[in-house]
């Protein structure tokens, strides 16, 4: 068994994007590979003017959470930001989830969006610069020349790193010069000055001061309006980046995206969890959540019957013991050992469970950053899932069936 | 030697109660540095990463905070001692300032450093807990403490180019096993490596 | 008060469970799990258990 997925793709040139229901950050995106400023603007419409108060009370009037995974409301954050000094906007267009593609389809194809959004939020607050911070060279430099195109300044930085160095603090601390790690101390950004957000946040910011609230939340559910941008992969006919109004029920995608008959699905990407494909859940914040998992950053793989889903779980779990930065000891120590946890299960030891969920629980809650509760999560929940599927395998060594690697590549 | 005391057992110059004071400051200044040597000895062993039982760490600490308690006390008593006597003729200001004493004041300016060094160390052992509390104050201090090193330099070079004793047999042996001690504590140090070195923590090798 | 731990220093040397053994184990790799995070405010034991810790990651922060 190997520990190694494919990495994301750097372009995101080659993933399809289609919507559900009326597209909003993915307009146009149907005629233009790319959107340039004129055409941005021919689609859009010009950006109203965007005062503190202004921007507030939008925000406010729709909620509007951020689309990072950790779902903080972006109002709460412009609140927290200090009223003097040095203050920067950062778009975080990282992307270190490994499944995710919506933001680098955002920052390749449709830049502007999100360079309104920020821009806005930074002439609210009156910050001093915007930074765009990006792991891809390609990525940079599509936005590069979207900047160009531009009056405005803003400053595009390729921080580097794996799957932790995309956290709000580590994107931050690399920016400030230092490692690309997240430091030991839970401090928010806005403490020292920094607006940091996930990019296709600043693109639904855009959107919604275009838009205004009222005609924002005319879809989308009532405590979450508007839409959102989902990364959909593994087993379905139609993978991709797909926007479509949050609330939608996981039975509706699943047909849209043409998906194989499934034996699980995994929602949130790899800080998420794994869900049996009941179709009424609702692909929202608290739709997710009340089923037991993460929204996350909006990633939902499709895992199949005809891949051995306790195989594709060892391979994941590797991956993610791969990507602690050994920072932490019981990450460091506690992943790799979980990890190998499930390749005995893999395997066919039956008593490896018990094994797994001590040390599930010695990784929860003991780390600099959310790496070690994010993957006990996506263990707990996979292990919960597949307790059939770990019974046959200590019965009968195997389940039959291949490793398809469901989890690793999208489009 | 040439030293202000004219003899190399520093006994010949006068005696008397008149000389009490110059008897304890050479003394104090031995001593002081016997206790800075254990103490920073003992303190590049305590951050180490060496195996053993965490009790064991507990008892270096307390040894560690004790004896170097004990030596700016003893250290404190040297510097007294120097002002107040009359032979020295080393003023306040002349012990404030570096490098501004009549006798050898580049030699006894390395002693004005040493203490300033020390005072510091001694104030950042004092905040330890407190500054553990704090981002900066964590990351600082390991560098503020390690003044104790440099301190600790100054006072062996301030000894033995300044000090009255250092000709005779046995302070010259003293000196030596100041220096076999601290060099061999912290190169124990850097061979273990200090925390938060890219090995397996301490609990995992037993 | 509340006892916290910064994982990035840690280095598992269980000086800390050794001064707090009431309310500090270790972990199969020797990292501290805290039972009780809570401390009262002049409780001596869980501040000399701060100023010893090796790598400067036990802190007590106000909850």
């Known amino acids: 068994m190997t520990a190694t997925l494919d990495r994301p793709s750097s372009a995101a040139a080659g993933t399809p994007v289609w919507t559900i ?58 609140r927290a930001m200090p009223a003097h000094g040095r203050r920067r906007v950062v778009v975080n267009g990282t992307e270190s989830e490994p499944a995710s593609r919506k ?82 101390r839970r401090t928010p950004p806005t403490e020292h000055g920094d607006l940091l957000a996930n990019a296709e946040t600043f693109a639904q910011v855009a959107v919604l001061l275009r838009l205004g609230w009222r005609r924002f939340a005319e879809t989308g559910t009532h405590h979450e309006p508007g839409t959102t941008l989902l ?43 794994w869900h049996p494909p009941i179709p009424r859940i609702t692909l929202d914040r608290a739709g997710v959540a009340s089923a037991g998992g993460s929204f996350g950053a909006g990633v939902l793989l499709v895992v199949d019957e005809q891949t051995c889903a306790l195989g594709e779980l060892a391979v994941a779990t590797r991956w993610l013991a791969d990507q602690s930065a050994a920072q932490c000891g019981p990450c460091r120590f506690g992943l790799p050992a979980l990890a190998d946890d499930v390749h005995q299960l893999y395997r066919g030891a039956p008593n490896a469970v018990e094994i797994a969920f001590r040390h599930v629980r010695a990784v929860s809650g003991r780390g600099a950053c959310a790496h070690p509760d994010g993957a006990a999560r996506f263990v707990t929940s996979a292990l919960h899932m597949l307790q059939d599927e770990i019974e046959q395998h200590a019965h009968a060594g195997t389940c039959g069936r291949p490793v398809l690697n469901r989890l690793g590549v999208t489009a | ?51 053993g039982r965490p ?116 302070v010259r042996w003293l000196y030596l096993a100041c220096l076999v001690v601290v060099a061999g504590c912290v190169t124990a140090r850097v061979v273990v490596g200090a925390p938060q070195s890219d090995t397996l923590p301490i609990g995992a090798r037993a | 008060m509340r006892l916290e731990i910064d994982w990035t220093r840690c280095d598992g040397s269980g000086l800390c469970a050794e001064l707090l053994a009431e309310r500090i184990t270790r972990d199969e790799w020797g990292y501290p799990l805290i039972a009780d995070s809570r401390v009262a405010e002049d409780d001596r034991s869980a501040r000399r258990a701060v100023a010893a810790c090796p790598a400067l990651a036990l802190r007590l922060a106000h909850a």
């Not at chain 1, 603007?41 to 009370?57: C, F, I, K, Q, Y």
């Not at chain 2, 300016?109 to 407190?130: D, N, P």
């Not at chain 2, 104790?148 to 250092?166: F, I, N, V």
């Open chain 1, 21 to 78: 229901g009326a597209p909003r950050l993915l307009a146009g995106l149907d005629r233009f590979p790319v959107i340039d400023y004129p055409t941005h603007l021919a689609v859009h419409g010009p950006m109203p003017g965007s005062d503190l108060e202004r921007v507030l009370t939008q925000l406010d009037g729709v909620g509007l959470a951020g689309r990072g995974g950790a779902g903080f409301p972006l109002a709460a954050k412009l």
């Open chain 1, 103 to 184: 933001d680098r389809v955002l920052l390749t194809r449709a830049p502007h969006l999100v360079l309104d959004g920020a821009l806005a939020v930074a002439t609210a607050l009156g910050a001093a610069g915007t930074t765009v911070a990006v792991h891809d060279e390609a990525v940079a430099t599509a936005l590069r020349a979207a900047v160009a195109q531009r009056p405005d300044r803003v400053d595009v930085v390729v921080v580097p790193g794996g799957f932790v160095s995309g956290e709000a603090r580590a994107v931050i601390r690399s920016l400030d010069g230092g490692p690309a790690l997240p430091p030991g």
């Open chain 1, 231 to 273: 990364t959909v992969g593994g087993a379905v006919g139609r993978p991709g980046v797909v926007e479509l109004p949050l609330g939608t029920p996981l039975g509706i995608v699943l047909a849209a995206a043409q998906a194989a008959v499934a034996q699980a699905v995994v929602i949130g990407g790899y800080h998420g969890a």
């Open chain 2, 1 to 51: 030697m040439a030293d202000p005391a004219g003899g190399s057992d520093g006994s010949d110059s006068g005696t008397g109660s008149g000389m009490t004071t110059w008897y304890i400051a050479r003394g104090a200044g031995l001593s002081a540095l016997v206790l800075l040597s254990i103490s920073t000895g003992i303190g590049a062993l305590v951050s180490a990463r060496l195996p």
């Open chain 2, 55 to 170: 009790s064991s760490r507990v008892i270096a600490q307390y040894l560690h905070r004790t004896v170097a308690s004990l030596a700016l006390a003893v250290l404190g008593l040297h510097v007294t001692a120097i002002l107040a006597d009359s032979f020295a003729k080393v003023g306040w200001l002349h012990a404030l300032v570096p490098f501004t004493a009549q006798y050898r004041p580049f030699w006894v300016g390395l002693g004005t450093l040493a203490v300033y060094a020390f005072l510091l160390v001694g104030v950042t052992g004092a905040l330890r807990g407190r500054m553990a509390g704090t981002d900066s104050g964590a990351r600082n201090w390991r560098r503020l403490h390690a003044a104790a090193y440099a301190g600790w330099g100054l006072a062996l070079l301030h000894g033995l180019r300044s000090g009255t004793d250092s000709g005779v047999g046995w």
